[in-house]
């Protein structure tokens, strides 16, 4: 079993999607090859069955399976979070328990649905980890864009403060740089530093490393532009860094939009080699004709430019 | 096995509960109760794992055993629609053709949370019942202030036109009353005369059945008033019937409270000894001493009205 | 120039429709019927141009035109309230002035739509009472089903705590008897015991004024019943009041419908002699001849309790 | 008076900031220098008073004031669309006519927030342009990220068919990729060839112009991007266009960013010389140090790509 995630996590932490057959079945094959190119990109870690990894379209036995299946892969060498957000508490600390059971590091929880006040969820979060137990390291998911519960400083502060097994924030609020900077100032008022790894596709990572990102999780398809860009902002090169990322911008774009980026994404991992299909489980996005056209364009302008 | 359900249903379908121990677990002795209790209100059918039956907060395993215990309880007496809404659309359908197995008339699904525009209503009804099959009869469950989906009646048109299969409607858009009066001139431009039950607590069901409904589909702790409203105003006496309504109307209004009203609605349960506890699955509400005692004025009131 | 208000404030403040003639323009001759109406059921004070004032349908002349009738009309005898919600705060700030200036005793000011954190919401009072300056009483609206930002509890105390302006709570939070009574202890950790009166049509009024509320500021049709509700509850008699409540609740229920309500709520008055038109400015429902067959069955049905 | 807005519009419609002074009165000189900018940088249009444009935080007659400033100073060299969205239709409709009267080319009308369902947003349209008359070109804006309101294909299909008078879609639905290909069609169908300019700052415009669109209409503070992009690839060279647009494509994400996007909108402006000052009215967003120097840095790197 590896270590436990703690508040000095940085680096990438990919997003995993979770492969599947054309027909909707599990694809364990892919899995494993999924996992070996992400550590060949050089990722610092991986999070399994989030938003982005269609966990709530699967059965508990198939989260099982495949959570059981990349840990296998993975064999202990990078830290694994595994998404935990569950309508039911029980059945959310059920599963986390699980999870760490099988090695990962930590579990990532997200504020309901349905939440409306602030104080909602900080209520949230203090029945959540009174039923889950304080020994399970948790990744605070902030992502009001999905969740629709915007949640401010002051209350995140108020949530990291009471718990201190929340050590890491996945910070996808949007606009979110100047939530960022406010949240690095904690320790100027006694409060904690903790891991900040941003999201949101790592729209605007270069602007979030400059503000203090310890670096991103999320799940663009082309990781090792993620892993390059941490290096050679924490080597001391903002500027070059930068340059690197905006080569890949206009891809880091178009995988952003809502709802039919995840279908963009598994495409690109297939054209990749990584997964045998791009399918995503119903009720979900496909691409068509001219959506694969864009795509065709959008990555020869890529290859391009990386060639010149 | 029971007759599959119909576009004639009629009459009340009541939302059942899931009776849970103290400790959350599945209280499947207060199952058989509430089962025999809502039978002897004179029900004439039976909803189970709906959202007021927190459904989402059970596990697969759970949600099985819960439906199989009501189904052997009941023994074909009445029939039974089960609530199979899901993320997933593999899931649902799977879980719908093992209630169908096991006895039930029909199942319930509402449209998908996160569904933008009403083409994507249309499209999400059109791909799940094609997954679905074309066997199983739906009720269509349209609740917009829980699931966040709007859908106007051009759009349920061209859905029940579209689907013979979907025969009920459960109706708790609010407010509803013109759409409930729009959706019955169906027929008079060659459309279906589908059967609609109304949710909401039954906060509006006398105004509705005089609209046209056929009865109620609702939870409704006092399900004896549901019934005798319903008989009255079949038998033609609209004026008794909406008399012995506003009689209970206080209490509709109050169970009626969003969030908390499930919590009131076992909690009255409890006190009619039909279940051991009045709890509720985390995360949910809980009563405290200023809502019980509301709860006290309010039943004693009633008792009083009624023994008068 | 009447008293200002303060956080003494109890009983019925009426909120006063805006009239209209058929055509949309506004009918000043009903103002003073209207007006002289709400005087004789005996409110303790009113409150125009509120949402439910159809206020952002008016120009600034309007407003100010009507605004200064009313003024005329009650000449000094209850203090009058102005709602001055504006997507603009200097603009807010203009119109809180002259409202001031011609009589008003307090504005009322509701969240933005648009503010998404609690901590946006604390800012968004600081910023406009900043500009508002402190001479000037507030109310404030809390009303999340329209505004759609919800207040907890804690931010309500710190917005109370930072602007003793802030006198009086406008509660119509849903669920919101729980908060309500949360807000009544603040005295007993230092806290202000502010005005409370509770909208939502008083749809909870009898629970809310046990709960500690000091009376209503919502617009039924029948705001004699208010006035005799709040006056037996103040003077002892909470099951007398609570009886009379419950024989208007049938139509506290049915005007309660969002949207259809306000048409509702018109046609009663007109038809009671108040407005010589029912009309709602567009874009605004309109009762259709279903809806007024349903409405004469609701208030033949009140006359004959009544009469009884 | 110009020549009124039709089918065949296309290029860019800049949408025109509204200047303030720091202590947020209208800044009419500004407004001239700004005016003056957009002609040199070859807009095809301009579009005054949208949603960036603050128009809901200015009084009536400001909006009358800053209107026939630009108007003056455009003195008919091109068309200029106004935004004319309001809560009231018979104001949206007076606004509107004095717009035409004062040389507009058209209105831009978007759904009002609160519509629901997308019977609702047809009935809204259909009562809004009876109310306004036929002879007025209308621009339908369709932007549910901030009306709130999404409306299908099928939907707008509908209302274009019925309504000649409108003749643009301003399209800013997110994720829009598909829809703008799918009304492109409606020719294949007996429908209408409309105009179509999007919005959201341009994010995926050399896709969107790739889908069929004649144009942008958006306030990016480089509107000179905007017209060498068009110019290119209506020249034939769609390569060339997406060369430029993603050497901007930095700033266009970073001005993308909702809210704080108009304060570093005007900021950008500022800083070229257009206004004397980026004050956006409150409530509204102020940029920060931080905010500053991130800008610092992005313009910057601009300046040396276009420099290299």
């Known amino acids: 079993m590896g270590e436990k995630l703690n508040e000095r996590a940085n680096g990438v932490y990919i997003i995993a999607a979770t492969p599947f057959e054309d027909d909707g079945r599990l694809d364990l094959a892919s899995t494993d090859r999924m996992v070996d190119f992400y550590l060949e990109c050089g990722v610092d870690g991986m999070t399994i069955l989030g938003i982005m990894g269609e966990a709530p379209k699967l059965t508990p036995d198939e989260q099982q399976g495949f959570m059981r299946r990349v840990f296998d892969r993975i064999a202990g060498r990078i830290p694994v979070i595994v998404g935990v957000s569950n309508p039911g508490t029980?059945?959310?600390?059920?599963?986390?328990?699980?999870?760490?059971?099988?090695?990962?590091?930590g579990v990532m929880i997200a504020p309901m649905s349905g939440l409306?006040?602030?104080e909602q969820v900080v209520n949230y979060f203090a029945e959540t980890l009174r039923i889950l137990g304080p020994e399970v390291p948790v990744v605070f998911q902030d992502y009001p864009q999905v969740t629709q519960v915007p949640v401010s400083v002051a209350t995140l502060r108020r949530i990291f403060d009471d718990h201190p097994q929340i050590v890491m924030l996945k910070h996808e609020d949007a606009p979110g740089l100047r939530k960022l900077g406010?949240?690095?100032?904690?320790?100027?008022?006694?409060g904690r530093r903790i891991s900040i790894l941003v999201g949101n596709g790592g729209l605007h990572l270069p602007q979030e490393l400059r503000r203090g990102a310890d670096g991103a999780m999320?799940?663009?398809?082309?990781?090792?532009m993620l892993v390059q860009v941490c290096r050679r902002f924490f080597a001391?090169?903002?500027?070059?860094?930068?340059?690197?990322?905006?080569?890949?911008?206009?891809?880091?774009?178009?995988?952003?939009?809502?709802g039919i980026g995840l279908a963009i994404r598994k495409e690109i991992l297939r054209r990749r080699g990584v997964l045998a299909s791009?399918?995503?489980r119903a009720p979900g996005p496909k691409l068509n004709a001219d959506d694969h056209k864009e795509l065709d364009s959008l990555m020869a302008r890529l290859e391009a430019k990386l060639g010149g």
Chains 1, 2, 3, 4 share one sequence.
Do not use: C
Request: net charge negative; proline share 5%.
């Open 236 to 258: 001391g090169d903002a500027d070059g860094a930068e340059d690197l990322f905006d080569t890949y911008l206009p891809i880091v774009r178009h995988e952003q939009q809502a």
């Open 278 to 280: 791009a399918a995503v």
């Open 116 to 118: 409306k006040t602030e």
């Open 182 to 190: 406010q949240i690095r100032t904690w320790p100027d008022t006694g």
């Open 90 to 105: 029980n059945n959310l600390a059920a599963f986390a328990h699980s999870a760490m059971d099988a090695g990962a590091a």
């Open 218 to 224: 999320t799940g663009f398809a082309y990781p090792e």
